[in-house]
């Protein structure tokens, strides 16, 4: 026998293997379910109520959902690079 077809026949082996496995596996196990139970019961909590949010921007005006930008000044900055060198 040849290498190939020896290793066909052993995947082919371990894939029957599992399907039967997996039969008996779902064949063994319990098929009573458990019902849901009919009694209700009420909860009643005082909810607060969430505050409204804004869901629009208006037209012309500033866009709430974007921060403030507050940009800090620049520290050290170069004045002329010479030679990938900086004079400040």
């Known amino acids: 026998m040849s290498y190939g ?7 082919l082996f371990a894939g029957g293997a599992a399907i039967v496995g997996m039969g008996a596996l779902t ?14 019961t009420t909860t009643t909590t005082s909810a607060v109520t969430p ?19 507050n940009p800090n000044p620049p520290g050290a900055v170069c004045r002329e690079v010479v030679g990938n060198n900086c004079i400040r």
Do not use: H
């Open 27 to 40: 064949a063994c196990s319990s098929s009573a379910k458990d019902s849901p139970s009919t009694t209700t």
């Open 5 to 11: 077809r020896l290793t066909r026949q052993i995947a």
């Open 51 to 69: 505050s409204p949010t804004e869901k629009a921007v208006a037209p012309g005006g500033p866009n709430s959902f974007s921060p403030t930008v």
